[in-house]
């Protein structure tokens, strides 16, 4: 059995976790950042108006409203706000920006209005063409991050979408899905 080196398996573990989520999304994670709560007057930073409604709109179609919030209830739009004023540096703040111009600018072209005036399926068919295109791949992704994280570290997310103990109980590593019904946050 090969022994490590604390150099090598630190290398393993970035890789490890580098591959699941970005350097922002980490340090906001790390730095205890939270979504900030929906129902809250909260000030934007970064993005103007047209770009909330944007935002709020991809963020919507990715984590729609079903039986539970989806992401505009959970408050991650705000935290796309937050995330680019504080976490991202300026280049990659104006790439995502410029990348969602873009974005808008072809949806406007494509079917007349702005993707938060579209309705439902083109904006599924608009972020489907985005996610497969070479152009729109970059921004895909990264919003989908941004939605998935902000609405997996909200109160939303972590309480009523998974399910939450504050004081967990005894642990059973093997207990049928059944009998669980939902993840655990």
């Known amino acids: 059995m090969a022994v490590l080196s604390r150099?090598?398996?630190l290398a393993r573990i970035s890789l490890l976790v580098g591959g699941s989520l970005s350097?922002?999304?980490?340090?906001?994670l790390a730095?205890?950042?939270r979504a900030p709560d929906a129902r809250?007057?909260?000030t934007?930073?970064?993005l103007d108006k047209s770009e909330q409604e944007l935002v709020a709109a991809i963020c919507e179609a990715i984590i729609p409203e079903t039986d539970t919030p989806g992401a505009a209830a959970a408050g991650v739009p705000q935290f796309v706000d937050l995330m680019l004023s504080r976490w991202h540096t300026d280049e990659e703040?104006?790439?995502?920006?410029?990348?969602l111009d873009r974005f808008d600018a072809q949806c406007v072209s494509a079917y007349g209005v702005s993707f938060a005036a579209c309705e439902p399926g083109q904006q599924n068919e608009a972020l489907r063409d985005a996610a497969s295109g070479t152009e729109g791949r970059d921004m895909f992704r990264r919003m989908k991050e941004l939605t998935v994280v902000g609405y997996y570290t909200s109160e939303f997310g972590a309480t009523v979408e998974?399910?939450?103990?504050e004081v967990p109980g005894v642990f059973d590593g093997c207990v049928p899905f059944?009998?669980?019904?939902k993840s655990w946050a």
């Open 31 to 33: 730095g205890g950042c």
């Open 44 to 46: 934007w930073i970064t």
């Open 40 to 42: 809250s007057t909260y």
């Open 93 to 99: 703040r104006e790439s995502l920006m410029t990348a």
């Open 162 to 165: 998974l399910q939450h103990l």
């Open 23 to 28: 350097a922002p999304a980490l340090a906001g």
């Open 178 to 181: 059944s009998e669980i019904g």
């Open 7 to 9: 150099r090598e398996a």
